[in-house]
């Protein structure tokens, strides 16, 4: 098992929705907040694109993207882009995301989290690779 090496909480700033010529749906949640290790963060977590018609309670899950940056107390930023996956929980309003994010500095994490919609809050883990 990967060493943990910090943990993460998010706030959810916007959403931006937009449609392609399949009429898939691409949603963009942008979030802010600090991550151990990390600084302040800033980021945009990408979803879809996914069929209109598919845009339901159904939705059980899918792929996801993140790319952010991280401006660390000596000046320093770090930025991450990755992708994985989201799967709703089945007992809440709660999406359950893991991704692999490769880092400007050259390395790799994995991020683990929870996406809480009725909060607005994303929080969660970050492990080494």
């Known amino acids: 098992m990967s060493e943990a090496i910090g943990t993460f909480e998010l706030e959810h700033v916007s959403n931006t929705y937009s ?7 691409t949603n963009q949640n942008n979030w802010r907040g600090s991550a151990e290790g990390y600084g302040t963060v800033y980021g945009t977590l990408t ?40 799967k709703k929980d089945p007992n809440g309003h709660i999406w359950h995301t893991e991704m692999i994010l490769d880092l400007n500095d050259g390395s790799t994490i994995r991020s683990v989290g929870e996406l809480a919609l009725e909060t607005l809050k994303f929080t969660g883990t970050n492990y080494s690779v």
């Open 47 to 86: 979803f879809g694109p996914i069929p209109l018609g598919d845009m339901d309670e159904k939705l059980e899950g899918g792929q996801v993207k993140w790319v952010g940056q991280g401006f660390l107390e000596d000046g320093s930023s770090v930025a991450a882009a990755g992708s994985g996956t989201w």
């Open 19 to 25: 449609v392609n010529d399949q009429n898939e749906v």
